[in-house]
């Protein structure tokens, strides 16, 4: 057994046969064996399907020299080896004679090991590690994207819709976001519930909680479909986490908890927990741990330049260091739950990732940092239950609250310096990582924007 794979990579137990199948009753022509870079981009070698069978027993050789992240040219042969289990066709490809499916892959040395910058393989060691400690990893991240119209064929950032939070009076919308439902249905997602966001043309679609790896895969399908159901209607569906100013950003808010690898059991709840909240002493530990270690990985959760001008004071994003219920200025929230369904759906939710990170990353420098938090028995903070966007500055300092990153550059240097979000990315993730961010901090600061135009060029 390879050393990052963990027990519960086969979900379904999808055969060989299965997938052959399924192909042939699907008129499938090509299959996307697919993976991502280092950014969380979707990338895939197509195949005919009458090589799957020998792809699914052999693998698929490619030269990963010009990928992101991947190898230098001199030593670029690698395979993907498919996860049967994340087989699907792609539903908007069914009306025609070329029928696609996809099947994500890992990505292999040409020594047999897994690749160490491949960003699924990055989970998966994480996973590991937790399932060494007795845990299994849930996640359910809350993904928002904003629908924009194009004008004369450009890209703007138009929003399709003038509605606002939970509004059903655009017609249009309801039926792209239920076209949306049926292609992540179709694709094996288990949507929960779709609405309209605050701000125009902004909406969300939230789909099943499970084990990180199936939703990490699932939050990337999710893009995927997304754009292309937007592209049926002539649209475009972007993650950008603050494409419009002065209107709240995009979040990917990410629920989590740790269950007993035997039982299943929900060891973030606790019936006799001291505090109000249901929490078990590993789930205290495990936000501590994030609370820790949240500078550190802040380039990873909000990865762009863009990102950081969501989190900001004002616009319902998170800003300060801090753990609450009630309170949706906290870094860390944990939500209400009835009594019934304590047991199961206790949690806690970490506000500052976008959906412009790469999920694989994100959810295993998460993993990473509350399971430190959890080895070491670290204790949070008193929660802090008032708005903290209402505090003084000498209210804040009297509390000792701090805050997140300010900037990409900001985050970098943090990340450079904490261990253990660098050993969970591994090096060669984080060296390719950061290579990237600092190419694109650089890019900003030279770039003069439209906004100095303005500002500085009749004034002086």
């Known amino acids: 057994m390879a050393h990052h794979d963990y027990a519960y990579k086969k979900r379904t137990g999808m055969t060989k046969e299965d997938v052959l199948k399924k192909c042939e009753e699907a008129h499938v022509a090509y299959v996307n064996m697919q993976f991502v870079d280092v950014l969380g981009m979707v990338k895939a070698l197509t195949i005919p399907v009458h090589k799957l069978s020998e792809a699914i027993d052999r693998n698929v050789w490619f030269d990963g020299s010009s990928v992101e992240g991947f190898m230098r040219i001199q030593e670029s042969d690698m395979y993907l080896k498919p996860d049967l289990d994340t087989f699907a066709v792609l539903p908007w490809t069914k009306d025609r004679k070329d029928v696609i499916a996809r099947i994500i892959c890992d990505v292999y040395l040409p020594s047999g090991e897994p690749f ?156 006799d927990a001291r505090n109000q909240y249901g929490l078990s002493k590993t789930a205290l530990s495990f936000m501590a741990g994030q609370l820790q270690h949240i500078r550190g990985f802040n380039a990873i959760t909000n990865p762009t330049v863009n990102s950081y001008k969501r989190l900001v004071v004002g616009y319902e994003a998170p800003v300060y260091i801090a753990w609450a219920r009630k309170n949706r200025s906290a870094l860390i929230r944990v939500p209400m739950v009835t009594p019934s369904t304590a047991p199961h759906a206790t949690r806690c939710e970490l506000r500052c990732p976008d959906p412009m990170a790469n999920p694989y990353l994100a959810f295993a420098v998460m993993l990473a940092t509350g399971l430190e938090g959890v080895k070491k028995g670290l204790m949070p903070p008193a929660p802090v239950e008032e708005d903290i966007y209402e505090f003084t500055g000498d209210r804040i300092a009297e509390l000792g609250i701090e805050s997140l990153n300010e900037n990409l550059m900001m985050s970098l240097k943090k990340l450079e310096k904490d261990e253990i979000v660098r050993e969970a990315l591994g090096e060669h993730v984080y060296q390719a990582f950061r290579r990237v961010k600092i190419d694109e901090w650089d890019r900003y600061r030279m770039t003069v924007s439209q906004w100095e135009i303005q500002e500085y060029l009749g004034s002086y």
């Open 116 to 271: 160490p910058g491949d960003p699924r393989g990055v989970l998966k060691r994480q996973l590991k590690k937790a399932e060494e400690m007795g845990f299994k990893f849930n996640t359910g991240p809350e993904l928002e994207f904003f629908l924009f119209k194009k004008e004369n064929g450009d890209l703007k950032a138009l929003p399709n819709d003038k509605a606002g939070y939970f509004d059903q009076t655009n017609d249009l919308a309801i039926e792209i976001r239920n076209d949306m439902g049926f292609a992540l249905d179709e694709m094996g997602i288990e949507v929960e519930a779709l609405h309209h966001e605050c701000s125009h043309g902004q909406h969300e679609i939230d789909f099943k909680y499970g084990d990180a790896l199936t939703v990490a895969d699932n939050a990337i399908t999710f893009k995927t479909v997304l754009k292309a159901i937007a592209a049926k209607y002539g649209l475009h569906a972007t993650f950008m986490a603050k494409p419009i100013t002065g209107v709240n950003g995009t979040g990917m808010h990410v629920h989590q908890s740790l269950a007993s690898l035997q039982t299943g059991e929900n060891l973030f709840y606790d019936s």
